[in-house]
């Protein structure tokens, strides 16, 4: 096996530092060695588990934060006039975008990349969580926090790499990995790609990166995946195909049947003709959702691929609790919940309310949610409203800009306005007033989308009267 690279000598600086993608970056860099500082707008419990850790991590963004012998990493989020960015530029100073940061922590180790518009994350913290479980010490960078590390970055001793690769950008063309799992292809960024064609190349231009040997692992469910599936099955390269026989477009390679949901938990059964051995596996979830078996499916045949014993795969996957922000439990109250998710493209949104939904029962449903991006908001908004349709209670704030500038006369209501009885509301903490007012005992609110309305979700505790906060938890910039 081949060591990781040694880092030791060399200062890396992170603009924004305290980010889901960024914080995990700093976190390997940092294990292997590097001398780590970086930066965000504001602080966060991120920068103080880096700070723990003996980085250095200042709050505001200012050219003296610097140090001209630096290597500087951005991520695409970052503007050119940003003040370290700038003065970075002018004194000729490596500037590398997070992927390639993340690339160098990872030299030496057989890397596998999970990508896909949707279900990246989980699957990636799905599959660190079962190879540790295994007993096989990987080291991953998973962007959200994994409850079990208390971090989404793993350094382990083991020569596995795990990592979400990020298509928004391109950026995952920067891997070269020996596993790549495809959760899906679904159109998404079209600002960027402009066309699902489009959008389809990069993942091809994506598996022109796997290393000779490696494996393509995919879910044929997915109209995109399993074309990228017949393209690489084409070219020579090895395809596990997965998904269940009546919802494939090809017959898959890892079979699921008997998927079976409940309000905490899912199951299913894999099987895999792996040449003359039939494998086959009942995966019990600790996390609902049919989206998350999955995912688990994907994942267990990717660890099975790697060498892990299919019911090792099994039991690991059965220890994954769920990942930050991705359908997490933020309270209860007076006999009413609050759950808090990710989601912020139109099929994301659905498989969150349906999750829900097995969770709330006839009970009533509330969603607040923030779109994200207005390019997306713009693409997908008569999409986002057929969604949200799921809820009984709907109600969207203002648009979460990003890495955009706001569009003249563009907002929410290009989403509301295709959805009778949903509310714009453009404050997110009054939004999350009036969705608590309007739900009644027995039923739930969930917060929503990949912005700050992560935030509120105390508002809606304080609104019914407990363990809540009041606008000056928020920090609606």
């Keep these: ?35 780590v500082s970086g930066s965000d707008q504001a602080d966060s419990p991120a920068l103080d588990h880096l700070r723990a850790m003996g980085m250095t991590a200042y ?16 991520s695409s989020a970052i503007r050119p006039r940003n003040p370290e960015f700038a003065v970075a530029k002018e004194r000729g100073q490596e500037v590398i975008h997070r992927s390639v940061a993340l690339a160098l922590a990872a030299q030496g180790m057989r890397f596998v990349a999970v990508a896909g518009a949707h279900g990246k994350t989980t699957t990636s913290g799905m599959l660190t969580m079962a190879l540790r479980h295994a007993g096989v010490d990987p080291s991953a960078a998973v962007g959200s926090v994994l409850p079990e590390l208390g971090s989404g970055a793993m350094v382990g001793s083991g020569d596995i790499f795990i990592a979400e690769a990020d298509e928004s950008d ?11 799992l495809v959760t899906n292809i679904e159109p998404d960024h079209l600002d960027r790609y402009g066309s ?3 959008f389809e190349e990069v993942f091809r231009d994506f598996l022109a990166r796997l290393l000779p040997g490696g494996v393509l692992v995919t879910c044929v469910e997915d109209a995109g995946a399993a074309r990228l599936a017949d393209y690489a099955q084409e070219r020579g390269y090895e395809v596990i195909r997965y998904g269940r026989p009546e919802c494939s477009l ?41 989206h998350n078996v999955l995912n688990a499916a994907g994942a267990w045949a990717s660890g099975v691929w790697l060498g892990i014993e299919p019911d090792a795969m099994a039991e690991g996957l059965a220890s994954f609790r769920g990942t930050a922000r991705r359908f997490e439990w933020r309270g209860e109250c007076a006999g009413r919940r609050v759950i808090d998710d990710y989601a912020h493209h139109p099929t994301e ?24 991006l207005y390019s997306r908001t713009v693409s997908f908004a008569e999409r986002f409203a057929q969604a949200l349709s799921a809820a009984d209670t709907v ?17 929410s209501q290009v989403i509301t306005r295709h959805l009778p009885g949903a509310r714009y509301v453009p404050d997110m903490v009054e939004a999350a007033r009036l969705a608590a007012q309007l739900t009644p005992e027995g039923g739930l609110v969930m917060t929503m989308g990949a912005g700050s309305i ?22 609606a910039s």
């Design 454 to 475: 992560t935030q509120v979700a105390p508002v809606v505790l304080g609104e019914w009267g407990c363990g809540g906060a009041g606008d000056e938890s928020v920090d």
């Design 395 to 411: 109600i969207v704030c203002d648009i979460y800009a990003a890495r955009e500038d706001p569009l003249e006369g563009v907002d």
């Design 1 to 35: 096996m081949t060591q990781p690279l040694d880092l030791s000598g060399r200062h890396f600086h992170l603009i924004g530092m305290g980010g889901a993608g960024m914080s995990v970056v700093a976190e390997l860099l940092h294990a292997r060695g590097a001398q």
């Design 250 to 290: 090809a017959t898959p390679d890892v079979v699921v049947e008997g998927l079976a949901c409940a309000p905490a938990a899912a199951s299913a059964r894999v099987t895999w003709q792996r040449g003359e051995h039939r494998l086959s596996q009942e995966v019990r979830l600790a996390v609902p959702g049919e």
């Design 196 to 198: 699902t064609e489009a």
């Design 170 to 180: 391109g950026s995952f063309l920067n891997y070269t990995p020996t596993v790549e």
């Design 59 to 74: 709050v505001g963004h200012a050219a003296e934060h610097l140090d001209p012998a630096a290597t500087v990493v951005v």
């Design 349 to 372: 949104v659905a498989a969150a309310l349906a999750q829900a939904r097995t969770v709330v029962g006839e009970g009533h449903l509330s969603v607040v949610f923030q779109p994200h």
